[in-house]
Structures are given as C-alpha cells and as structure tokens.
C-alpha cells in the first residue's frame, strides 16, 4: 500500500497541495486534472485513502455509492449530464495508471472515443 503521507491525491484533499477543487462530498473531493483530456475533465477521490479501483472491499460500499453520486453531481454541473460522460477507474502499468489513489475521471464535453486508444 501507498504511504498516504507521500500521497499527492491525500495532499489534495488535506489542502497542502493546491488543486481547482469543484466540488465535495461527505467522503470524496473533486477537481479538475492537471493534464485535461476533453473540456470537462475532473477527478474524484475518496478522503480516506485507497490504492485504486482493485483494493476496494465490500466495506467501501458507502465511500463508493458516494463518489459515483459526487460524479454524477459533477457531470451536472459542468453541464455534460445529459449530453453525455465518460467515468474510468485506471488499476495498473498497462492502464497508465500513475498516481495511486483512487480517482474517478469524469470526462466529457465532446465526442469520445470506444475502444479507447
Ligand atoms: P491515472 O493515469 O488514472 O493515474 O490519472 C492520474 C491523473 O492525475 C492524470 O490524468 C493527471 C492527474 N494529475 C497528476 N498530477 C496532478 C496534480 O498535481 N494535480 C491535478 N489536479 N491532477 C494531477
């Protein structure tokens, strides 16, 4: 497991590293990523550390329904709800998955690819 003390994500949330925070939730925080990939790219984080999307236990379940209502909340208000949204969950090297806590892209704003690239 990650030393949430050398987290960037665990920094974001405490505040100690700046981000373009959006919203918050009970148990996550949403703000847009450094690297946009569509005009609506904002990520969404649990407070409480998680490696990714493959170390989430059935005691998550209240953590998990929360952030997927914080990225609905997010699509709304970014004004993509019904256009339509992407959410992905990257786990691993062959997914580029770089910064490991779990994170929820909310992604969107114009047409996307399937399969991605
Ligand atoms: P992933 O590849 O799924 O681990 O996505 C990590 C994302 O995090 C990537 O799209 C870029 C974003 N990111 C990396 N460092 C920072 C940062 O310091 N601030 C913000 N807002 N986003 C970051």
Redesign the pocket.
Known sequence: MTDVTDC?FCA?VAGT?P??VVARSDHGVA?????PQAPVHV?VVPIRHIDHAAAVTAADGAVLADLFVLARRVAEAEGVADSGFRL?A?VGEDA????PHL?L?VIGGRRLGWPPG
Do not use: Q, Y
């Open positions: 960037l974001i590293t981000a373009d703000f847009r990523d450094v690297n990520l992905v990257n580029a998955n770089s910064v994170h892209h």
